[in-house]
């Protein structure tokens, strides 16, 4: 079955650096797009970047644009979110989550997402 | 992007069907056939209940329907059942490779 496991999460200070694992199974992982959605506590859903399948196209919410950098290595089947200059309203759950099949990464809904991991932004 | 519109809460007796909205603008719901909805229950991750506009995964009942009117997407539940019970979140691809959610709908199952 599809597991999609979170890791990297933590508390750290304004202005530092995190970064977030993800690891999948039960699916052929270098064929799909996948996306990372942030959740601040007791708020909804908020999309922050995207990968396709070959790492050729990647896509970011401005709100993190030039701050966050998504990554994959499809040989060991893992998704990365590398967070720089970190503030604040960063802090949330990180999912990540799979692209359902048949179109483009972007356009696509999240078919199966993991657990999530919590940063927390604060001094 | 401003993040697309739902109403905070919306509610329906075990048996009856509740619609909920989702309304954004003809740069992503209304220019796109690419909406999801998903369902949240407390404590958990989301999942996916409908993907371009009315398509749904394989798993999903068929309770659960969605379709789409110039800006506004929407979302039916029919035969509520006390499981329905969460929270849901609507999403459309948008102009410039972006994504958007809406703020979420807290469904009460009376």
């Known amino acids: 079955q599809v597991q999609l496991v979170e890791s990297g999460g933590g508390v750290v200070q304004p202005g530092r650096s995190l970064r977030l694992s993800c690891a999948a199974s039960?699916?052929?992982?270098?064929?799909?797009?996948m996306h990372w959605v942030r959740q601040a506590p007791g708020k909804g859903l908020d999309w922050v970047a995207v990968?396709?399948?070959?790492?050729?196209?990647?896509y970011y919410a401005d709100s993190v644009k030039g701050r966050f950098t998504i990554s994959r290595d499809n040989s060991k089947k893992m998704l990365y979110l590398q967070m720089n200059s970190l503030r604040t309203e960063d802090t949330a759950v990180y999912y990540c989550?799979?692209?359902?099949?048949?179109?483009?990464?972007?356009?696509?809904?999240?078919?199966?997402w993991g657990q999530g991991t919590l940063v927390t932004v604060s001094s | 992007q401003s993040a697309l519109t739902q109403p905070p809460s919306a509610s329906g007796s075990p048996g009856q069907s509740v619609t909920i909205s989702c309304t954004g603008t003809?740069?992503?719901?209304?220019?796109?056939?690419?909406v999801s909805w998903y369902q949240q229950h407390p404590g958990k991750a989301p999942k996916l209940m409908i993907y371009?506009?009315?398509k749904r995964p394989s798993g999903v009942p068929d309770r659960f329907s969605g379709s789409k009117s110039g800006d506004t997407a929407s979302l039916t539940v029919s035969g509520l059942q006390a499981e329905d019970e969460a929270e849901y979140y609507c999403?459309?691809?948008?102009?410039?490779?972006?994504?958007?959610f809406g703020g979420g709908t807290k469904l009460t199952v009376l």
């Open positions: 371009e506009v009315s």
């Open positions: 003809s740069s992503d719901v209304g220019g796109y056939n690419y």
């Open positions: 999403s459309s691809y948008a102009d410039s490779n972006n994504v958007l």
């Open positions: 989550a799979k692209v359902s099949p048949g179109v483009t990464a972007i356009k696509a809904g999240f078919d199966y």
């Open positions: 039960g699916f052929t992982f270098s064929i799909y797009g």
């Open positions: 990968m396709s399948y070959d790492g050729s196209n990647e």
